[in-house]
């Protein structure tokens, strides 16, 4: 079955191209065929690029509208003689789209159909920078593609195995029934893919073990899973909530906000501006939200950037010895996405004090581990360390096989 995956986002269309099955997924040997963007959709010039299996690259620089006319230049260059790998569009039997944010009414991926869509809609407010685009990259490809069936898979669902204790803030009740507000979590498909990966590295059945899951990139994000069921993750109502990311601030001090109401006349607007975007890694260091230029400051003695180092794995390392407690025990820390696969500094100083709960670092394993699958901590370590490259497109084209294949 050939599946395109969709990440519809504001200003960008991201995509892959499966041939997949349910013995494929079983057996690990789906095939990757494409994978390319559109972006800066609506700017002068857009960008569009596809690679295709066994062909040459493709790029061209063009303005492109809207989403529209990006989602067909999707199926324009699968299609297209020289740089293509399909003959035309009907040869895609299914698509799974990225959704953000399911809220409660989502616990699984699951085929679109009139009365999904009305909900996924009803997510809108709480969600409301991501779910639109995600809903629209739908709509246009609904449109375009005719019968063929579609699937969405939810940032949120995994996390949706939370208990109430983890899940309800201490605000008044109300809140939680009134207004939705409580912890929804968010890279879940990440998570997922990881933590079942575990599973298979190691040949155990998912009930079998408790694994922390660290994703680590501009967006972090770490996540407690107990016998395959998430117990608690950092991110909260929102992604703002818990590591210190790229450029937002992660937990604070809600108190700060009304201070800086009160003494410095900053707005709604203004709040959202420098917690979202000026906080985090670039706050601290005043450098940059990249992880590898902070380092390559750090190594030259820049103190701030040393900083900004320093508190982000601090956070990192609280959230392991709260989550390992949490859990009872935990049997693995597995660290990916761009920081956690790339970064054997910030595995090896997130990792410090671990020993703590049963977890030793091999720092020779850690540093041959860059970009790599692998564990890194020593052979006596009662917890393994390891590193997991993430691939949430692969886990949505497997849920898109399942929920189409009719499993889910
Ligand atoms: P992501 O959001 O998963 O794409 O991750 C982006 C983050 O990964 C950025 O902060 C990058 O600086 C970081 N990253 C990518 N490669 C490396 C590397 N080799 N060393 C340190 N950080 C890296």
């Known amino acids: 079955m050939k599946v395109l995956v969709l990440n519809s986002g504001s200003s960008s269309v991201k995509f892959q191209f499966y041939d997949t099955s349910l013995e494929a997924i079983k057996g690990g040997s789906e095939k990757q065929l494409a994978k390319g963007i559109v972006e800066k959709i609506g700017e002068k010039t857009s960008i569009r690029k596809i690679e295709c299996n066994g062909k040459p690259p493709y790029k061209k620089e063009d303005p492109i509208a809207d989403h529209t006319q990006a989602i067909r230049t999707i199926i324009d260059m699968l299609s297209d003689s020289e740089y293509g790998i399909i003959k035309d569009k009907t040869e895609i039997d299914a698509v799974g789209h990225r959704v953000v944010h399911g809220g409660e009414t989502f616990t699984h991926s699951c085929l679109i159909d009139e009365k999904v869509y009305d909900k996924i809609k009803e997510c809108i407010p709480l969600a409301p920078l991501h779910n639109p685009h995600n809903i629209k990259g739908y709509e246009i490809s609904r449109d375009l593609l005719g019968k063929t069936p579609h699937v969405a898979v939810f940032d949120t669902a995994f996390h949706q195995t939370m208990a109430p204790s983890a899940f309800i803030y201490a605000l008044?009740?109300?809140?939680?029934?009134?207004?939705?507000?409580?912890?929804?979590?968010?890279?879940?498909?990440?998570?997922?893919?990881?933590?079942?990966?575990?599973?298979?590295?190691?040949?155990?059945?998912?009930?079998?073990?408790?694994?922390?899951?660290?994703?680590?990139?501009?967006?972090?994000?770490?996540?407690?899973?107990?016998?395959?069921?998430?117990?608690?993750?950092?991110?909260?109502?929102?992604?703002?909530?818990?590591?210190?990311?790229?450029?937002?601030?992660?937990?604070?001090?809600?108190?700060?906000?009304?201070?800086?109401?009160?003494?410095?006349?900053?707005?709604?607007?203004?709040?959202?501006?420098?917690?979202?975007?000026?906080?985090?890694?670039?706050?601290?260091?005043?450098?940059?939200?990249?992880?590898?230029?902070?380092?390559?400051?750090?190594?030259?003695?820049?103190?701030?950037a040393k900083l900004a180092i320093d508190i982000f794995c601090y956070r990192i390392r609280k959230y392991i010895g709260a989550y390992a407690v949490a859990m009872g025990g935990v049997d693995f820390i597995v660290f990916t996405a761009g920081i956690g696969e790339n970064s054997h500094i910030i595995r090896g100083e997130a990792s410090k004090g671990?020993?703590?709960?049963?977890?030793?670092?091999?720092?020779?394993?850690?540093?041959?581990?860059?970009?790599?699958?692998?564990?890194?901590?020593?052979?006596?370590?009662?917890?393994?360390?390891?590193?997991?490259?993430?691939?949430?497109?692969i886990l949505i084209a497997h849920d898109t096989v399942e929920a189409v294949s009719g499993l889910l």
């Open 172 to 304: 008044p009740y109300d809140y939680y029934e009134k207004k939705r507000i409580r912890r929804y979590g968010f890279h879940g498909t990440s998570h997922r893919f990881v933590a079942r990966r575990v599973g298979r590295l190691f040949n155990l059945a998912k009930d079998a073990f408790n694994v922390i899951t660290a994703h680590l990139g501009n967006g972090a994000s770490i996540a407690a899973v107990a016998k395959g069921k998430v117990v608690d993750t950092s991110m909260g109502f929102t992604p703002l909530e818990g590591l210190v990311m790229g450029t937002r601030c992660g937990d604070i001090d809600p108190a700060i906000l009304m201070y800086l109401q009160e003494n410095d006349g900053v707005n709604v607007a203004g709040l959202n501006k420098v917690l979202n975007k000026q906080s985090g890694l670039i706050g601290i260091s005043g450098i940059s939200n990249d992880m590898r230029e902070l380092e390559k400051a750090a190594a030259e003695n820049n103190a701030r």
């Open 354 to 393: 671990l020993e703590a709960i049963g977890a030793k670092v091999d720092e020779a394993k850690n540093k041959s581990l860059n970009g790599k699958e692998g564990v890194f901590s020593t052979e006596d370590s009662k917890v393994k360390l390891c590193v997991i490259p993430t691939n949430e497109e």
